[in-house]
């Protein structure tokens, strides 16, 4: 005799508005895996079932609500029961919800509590094995919250066991994970490396290349260039184990280089879920990397180890130099500026960035100390300077540090090259062997058929042509690679090498020398470049840190904008006064002052004579004026608001080229003579007179940044 349910009494709180509606039984099955292995959920599905029928409600209207199968069974899907039961059913539908427990329908606690407000709302009646339950009664919502409440402390409490118990497996070594390239488990449990050689020998080329490259692009290039392939063991379906051969790419190299298993440490708990980070529906989300000392678990010399820990830090400090931000050097690229990424600013002490502009098809860089301007609005940058200046500075001191070692270091490269040679000779040697091996596989599979069968014949001889055609495809790739690798050095040419006087600096300068060879060189053997500008002058000081912390100090000049600002300005516009005051003109002066070394502000050999006549007519040298300026033609003379432009130079404080190449972009509206010399009249009320004294004051660059800005929304005004 089947036994009566508390809900099955006479005074059971099921009516008929109940049976006219659904009932919604619930079971959690999350995968087709727990329907499989787990049969008592089905079973309990059956029972619930007969007992919604025994209620009174009729088959076809008793729905059975589940997770949906193939998705993980986390908390973040666990609510997909309660999700379906009122997106897809709806509860004005239902009259009663049945469950082994009803807690479990929602697995959080907002959930539950927003199940039993739409049941009250809608009339429908919650019951489990302990009883039916009136969400609309006092006592009986005081007690589904009670059991709430009590599954979610329960299931608080089975996930803090568990995860103890898999923190303290993890601390004994215990814990198994899935392996990286490279190694295998054997059925004892311990961890070995790959069996086949040809695995282990890409895994250590890897890393030697990043040892020598540098950056993770660079060495997926290399590996794409020499045709290189990764091998990679099946973790699942029915091939587990089964060793495959795939291209690299990008993320599959950086998570092998940070992987601390091939230095030999066994970690866990390198990356952690932050749930502000999660996406709704998404359990692999939100995983966040942590630093090495909030690792949970890091057991050193456990797995046997492709590289050394040093080594694996090593990496790791270079992987974090290449990220492209202010406080990391960033990855070597292909702009002129040499010293890129080491230059620090000598006030601040912050790491100066590299900034462009153009100067017809040229890119000039600039070395701009501006985390103030960036990060708190300040008006002005720290310090700008001309990078030119900077890397000639760093160019000649690193060719007088590495002339003496040039025949040792010829050596060492030749050595290097021969070396990474032989490895990839070991390469190619081992998949040759693979690939006569997969023929000889195939012949033998050939001639063990019947040939009578047909059938199985013609597809086994198209298996063997194929490996036939793919092992003669890599030996022509083999012999190309041949002769088109370094030829190796006989002890002859070693030795006629070292009695060869090494031209480093031709080497330096050769077309076939990249900007980013430059720069790996110059990386190699310096930590950090310091400079500070002498106030708003030409003086720089510089301070090269090498490599070992010894420190090479001096003085370089740079282009400024202004004479003004030139250390020596002082002296100079005495020594103009002076020369002016003994009767010699613009011309004379130009040759005097290039003989006493006299230099411009914005670089080169020496001053120019229109510079020098404006300089002596803003210090009102009589003896370089001119006679009385030529009248213009009848009508033509200059009205209200017009100016000729030494007139206009005169009256903005700036030289007359200026204002020509204002002219050029269109800022100054002028006319010209209509007869010779078609001097030019420039027309400039007080408004445009304001609006030139401000444009005076713009820093350089200032339009090219403001036209990088913008190239995003409205186009710029060129005119503004």
């Known amino acids: 005799m089947t036994a009566v349910m508390p809900w099955e009494r006479a005074d059971s709180k099921v009516c008929d508005r109940h049976l006219q509606r659904l009932a919604a039984v619930y079971v959690r099955q999350s995968t087709r895996q727990q329907i499989l292995d787990h049969q008592e959920s089905t079973r309990l599905q059956y029972a619930l079932v007969d007992r919604a029928i025994t209620l009174g409600w009729e088959a076809d209207r008793v729905l059975v609500i589940d997770d949906d199968l193939g998705m993980s069974a986390t908390s ?29 329908l929602a697995r959080a606690g907002k959930d539950w509590y927003q199940l039993i407000e739409l049941c009250a709302l809608s009339g429908a009646v919650l019951a489990d094995i302990d009883g039916v339950y009136d969400p609309a009664d006092y006592n009986d919502r005081l007690l589904l919250g009670l059991k709430g409440t009590i599954s979610e402390a329960e299931l608080h409490l089975l996930k803090q066991r ?43 080329l890897i890393f030697a290349q990043f040892e020598q490259i540098g950056t ?10 020499h045709d290189i392939q990764l091998g990679i063991r099946l973790r699942e ?24 298993a091939y230095a030999g440490i066994y970690a866990y708990g390198r990356r952690r879920v932050d749930p502000r980070r999660k996406d709704p529906g998404r359990p692999s989300t939100g995983r966040v990397v942590k630093a090495r000392n909030e690792w ?123 070396a990474e040679r032989a490895e990839l000779e070991k390469l190619w040697a081992q998949r040759l062997e693979r690939a006569a091996y997969e023929a000889d596989r195939a012949r033998r599979c050939y001639h063990l058929a019947e040939p009578e069968n047909r059938l199985v014949v013609r597809q086994l001889e198209k298996e063997w042509e194929t490996t036939l055609a793919a092992q003669q495809k890599l030996r022509e790739e083999h012999d190309r690679f041949t002769r088109a690798s370094p030829r190796t050095l006989t002890p002859a040419e070693r030795q006629a090498l070292t009695t060869l006087t090494s031209d480093i600096n031709g080497l330096w300068h050769a077309e076939t020398t990249t900007a980013m060879d430059r720069k790996e060189i110059v990386r190699a053997i310096v930590d950090k470049v310091e400079v500070t500008v002498i106030g708003t002058s030409e003086r720089v000081q510089v301070t090269i840190v090498w490599a070992g912390a010894t420190t090479t100090s001096g003085e370089l000049v740079r282009p400024v904008q202004r004479l003004e600002q030139l250390s020596y300005y002082p002296q100079l516009a005495a020594r103009i ?144």
């Open 577 to 720: 006064r002076e020369l002016a005051g003994q009767g010699m003109r613009s011309t004379g002066i130009t040759a005097r002052l290039a003989a006493e070394g006299f230099r411009p502000a914005k670089g080169g050999k020496k001053i120019a004579q229109s510079t020098v006549h404006e300089l002596m007519r803003r210090l009102d040298c009589a003896s370089d004026r001119v006679g009385p300026r030529r009248p213009a033609p009848p009508g033509e003379e200059p009205g209200p608001d017009e100016w000729w432009l030494d007139q206009l130079a005169d009256e903005l404080e700036i030289p007359k080229a200026t204002l020509r190449s204002w002219i050029r972009c269109g800022w100054l509206t002028v006319r010209k003579e209509s007869r010779p010399p078609y001097r030019l009249i420039a027309h400039a009320d007080q408004a445009e007179l304001a609006v030139l004294r401000e444009r005076r004051t713009r820093p350089p660059g200032w339009y090219s940044s403001r036209l990088w800005n913008e190239a995003s929304g409205t186009a710029a005004d060129p005119h503004s």
């Open 76 to 104: 973040a899907v666990a609510r997909t029961g309660f999700q379906r039961l009122v997106t897809e059913i709806g509860l004005d539908h239902v009259g009663l919800v049945l469950g082994l427990e009803m807690s479990r």
């Open 296 to 418: 949970l678990v890091m057991i050193p010399d456990v797995l046997p180890a492709y590289i050394s820990v040093a080594q694996f830090e090593a990496n790791e400090a270079k992987l974090g130099a290449n990220r492209a931000r202010a406080e990391a050097m960033g990855a070597v690229r292909s702009g002129p500026a040499l010293a890129a990424g080491l230059v620090f600013c000598g006030r601040c002490g912050r790491r100066m960035i590299v900034r462009y502009h153009t100067q017809g098809s040229k890119a000039l860089p600039e070395y701009v100390c501006c985390r103030d301007v960036t990060n708190y609005g300040a008006d002005k940058t720290c310090q700008l300077l001309n990078a030119a200046c900077v890397d000639a500075f760093v160019t000649q001191q690193v060719l007088a540090a590495l002339t003496p070692a040039a025949v040792e270091v010829s050596l060492r490269a030749a050595d290097q090259i021969l």
């Open 216 to 225: 993770l692009h660079g060495l997926l290039r290399y590996l794409v260039d």
């Open 162 to 204: 568990m995860w103890n118990g898999r923190i303290n497996k993890a601390r004994r070594g215990e814990l198994t994970f899935p392996l990286p390239a490279g190694y295998v488990r054997r059925p004892s449990g311990e961890v070995v490396f790959d069996p086949d050689e040809q695995v282990q020998t890409v895994i250590r």
């Open 237 to 260: 379906g029915p091939d587990k184990g089964t060793l495959q051969w795939r291209r690299p790419n990008r993320m599959t190299l950086q998570t092998l280089l940070h992987n601390p």
